[in-house]
Every structure is written in structure tokens, then in C-alpha cells.
């Protein structure tokens, strides 16, 4: 079980729809993430909160909107995938180090198939 | 730009033989942290080297941070099938952002 719980943890939507991701910590990390994994890939960077502001977008298509609540959850909001939008998407979270790099704690992820 | 190079990318063993991952970069990084990644999961951190020349042991798993902070390695001893998995270096970028860089990750398979 991870501190780091997203869901669902599997969705399947065609190109039009609208969807959410959600993802919730209450480890009290002010940093938050959402990133893309394709297969056998490293994590790929999309946006990171910083006391609940958008501090990086890693310029991703419009057609992913993130959005900060509060300080425990974070969502991804959806709209007109493409099919190479498939992935596992993965939130995580750590303390605020200014740079130092805290270890992040990951949940285990959204598997998004489009069709 | 800060890259991670880890090699090998893939490694397929069996369960008793002994491996070794490595995380090199010309840049030199303040930390390096290693993860370990398994199917249908996310990361998990197995742990953070600060220190230049540090070794860190954690069970069969041996991690050390080269002495010029700009390489790791990972040692695993006497592999098991529980050890398969993604393994990722990361380390934080320059500038103060929460950002960290990844390496491409060692796909390890051990056969029973």
C-alpha cells in the first residue's frame, strides 16, 4: 500500500469524453506531481504544484488540465485524447526542499487506455 | 541540460547471480536517489546518497555515490526473482525547482 493514493486505477475512454484523474497524500508534502510513463520508460514530467501553485508545466498539450484543490489532492482533467495519450499516469508527492531534491513518493498509478 | 545515463538498460539473470547498475553523469548532483519500480506499481524509493564516496547498504542491495558526486552504482547480491523490476536513478536539477532528472532506468529480470 502506498501513502499516495490515486484513482481509478484503470480508465478507458474514447477520444471525446472528459475524465479525471485524482490523486490524494496526507503525508503533509506541499509538492506535488503528475507524471507519464510509457512502457519500460523512465517517468515523464508533466506539471509539479508548489503550495497548491503552478510552479512547472512541462509544456504539455492543453488538453490536460491540472488543478490543485488543496493542499492533499491534485486532479488531471481530460479532454480530446489521442490515442498516444495511453499511458500509466503517476502522482507523487514530497516535502519542499528548494532545489535539494526530497524523495518523492509515488502512488501506483492510472492506466489510461484510449481508444 | 543535467543528463542521467544508467547501463545497462536491460539484464536478464538467474536467481543467485550477483549484478551491478550505473548511474554516470557529467554534471555533478547534490543527491542521487535510486528507485525500484514493479509491474502494475509505481516507484518506490530504495534510497538517497548525499555524500561524496558514500555507501549505503540496504539487505543484498549496495549503493554507492562516486566520490566526484557525478556517478552511482547499485550492487545486488546473490539476485532473487522478488528483485525484478524497473530500477531508476534521479537526481534534483539545478536552478531550485522540485524537478528531478531520471535516468532511462536497468529493466532486471531474475529466473528462478
Known amino acids: 500500500d502506498t501513502e499516495v493514493t490515486q484513482t481509478p486505477k484503470h480508465l478507458v475512454m474514447g477520444m471525446t469524453n472528459k475524465k479525471s484523474l485524482k490523486c490524494e497524500q496526507h503525508m503533509g508534502h506541499r509538492a506535488m506531481y503528475w507524471y507519464k510513463q510509457k512502457a519500460k520508460k523512465p517517468p515523464e514530467l508533466m506539471f509539479v504544484?508548489?503550495?497548491?501553485?503552478?510552479?512547472i508545466n512541462e509544456s504539455v498539450p492543453s488538453r490536460f488540465s491540472p488543478e490543485c484543490p488543496n493542499s492533499s489532492l491534485l486532479n488531471l482533467h481530460l479532454h480530446a485524447l489521442q490515442p498516444e495519450d495511453s499511458a500509466l499516469y503517476l502522482c507523487?508527492?514530497?516535502?519542499?526542499?528548494?532545489?535539494?531534491?526530497?524523495?518523492?513518493?509515488f502512488g501506483d498509478g492510472t492506466r489510461l487506455s484510449i481508444l | 541540460t543535467q543528463l542521467l545515463e544508467q547501463s545497462p538498460q536491460f539484464l536478464s539473470i538467474q536467481e543467485g547471480e550477483n549484478l551491478t547498475v550505473y548511474c554516470n553523469s557529467s554534471s555533478v548532483f547534490s543527491s542521487l536517489q535510486w528507485y525500484r519500480q514493479e509491474p502494475g506499481e509505481g516507484p518506490v524509493l530504495l534510497v538517497t546518497?548525499?555524500?561524496?564516496?558514500e555507501v549505503k547498504k540496504l539487505k543484498r542491495l549496495t549503493f554507492q555515490f562516486g566520490d566526484a558526486r557525478k556517478d552511482s552504482s547499485l550492487h545486488i547480491t546473490a539476485a532473487q526473482p522478488g528483485d525484478t523490476g524497473l530500477y531508476l536513478c534521479?537526481?534534483?536539477?539545478?536552478?531550485?525547482?522540485?524537478?528531478?532528472?531520471f535516468g532511462k532506468g536497468m529493466k532486471l529480470t531474475v529466473n528462478p
Open positions: 546518497v548525499v555524500t561524496g564516496g
Open positions: 507523487a508527492s514530497s516535502l519542499i526542499s528548494g532545489g535539494a531534491g526530497q524523495p518523492q513518493h
Open positions: 534521479a537526481g534534483p536539477t539545478q536552478g531550485g525547482s522540485e524537478k528531478l532528472v
Open positions: 504544484y508548489s503550495y497548491e501553485k503552478l510552479s
